[in-house]
């Protein structure tokens, strides 16, 4: 189990591995139901106050309470200001970006899969943080594991998509990379979101086998981790 922002007492922000097994919902199997009950239940945490995004590839990021349902079809990201619930994402080389906010106990995650990151989900999710009455110097981001530069290879017809970001993009052996983290940081830079308030855990999940990878193992059936954060009750 990964931890981050440990720096806050308060809040739980983790993410599961491999040995946790696959987290994916509506990949037709009841065995990853049983597999995030039980991870739920190592974690303290009841499922019924996780709510879940569904994962959408966009750039879609929507503000919960407790009254949401489990389930916000159509999103990549939720958002909370309240600590009576968890949000969630499900992972499997898109990279979870984990936000809080002390001051406004603000909470916050994002699936950030290249399309969704070009398309603004880490500034749609600013702007509704901000909107829900933060200051950007006060917002905290965690990067979690996912595929890094070193891996995340594209082809020419995806290149030009990434025409704003020339500075992410790496040539090696007539190969190219994507350095979809520094985009993210780069996005956030300019939301003034203060460095120092940034951590990324760095850790490749196609180079580590902790991790379940999509462009690694290319299962029939999505493999994937689930990221949570919430705050505890103190």
């Keep these: 189990m990964i931890s981050l922002f440990t720096k806050f007492p308060d809040l739980i922000a983790l993410m599961s ?49 407790e009254a949401s349902p489990g389930m916000v079809l159509g999103v990549d990201g939720l958002i909370a200001k309240s600590n009576n619930v968890f949000l969630s994402v499900t992972i499997a080389d898109c990279i979870p970006v984990y936000f ?9 995650i994002v699936h950030c899969g290249w399309r969704g990151i070009i398309d603004g989900v880490i500034e749609n999710a600013m702007s509704k943080i901000l909107e829900l009455g933060s200051k950007a110097e006060d917002v905290n981001v965690a990067m979690g594991p996912g595929i890094n530069a070193c891996h995340f290879e594209i082809r020419d017809d995806v290149l030009e998509k990434f025409s704003n970001y020339s500075e992410f993009i790496v040539r090696r052996n007539e190969k190219i990379f994507i350095d979809l983290k520094g985009i993210i940081r780069k996005q956030l830079s300019d939301f003034n979101v203060v460095t120092e308030n940034i951590e990324d855990n760095r850790e490749c999940t196609m180079e580590s086998d902790r991790y379940f990878s999509f462009r690694r193992d290319k299962p029939e059936k999505v493999e994937a981790m ?9």
């Design 17 to 65: 591995e491999r040995e946790d097994g696959s987290m994916k919902l509506f990949a037709g199997s009841g065995l990853n139901l049983e597999n995030r009950k039980r991870f739920f239940q190592k974690i303290g945490i009841s499922k019924n106050k996780i709510i879940a995004a569904e994962i959408v590839h966009g750039n879609k990021v929507e503000i919960v309470n």
């Design 100 to 108: 809080y906010e002390p001051r406004q106990k603000i909470i916050a």
């Design 226 to 234: 689930i990221a949570i954060i919430g705050i505890k009750y103190l």
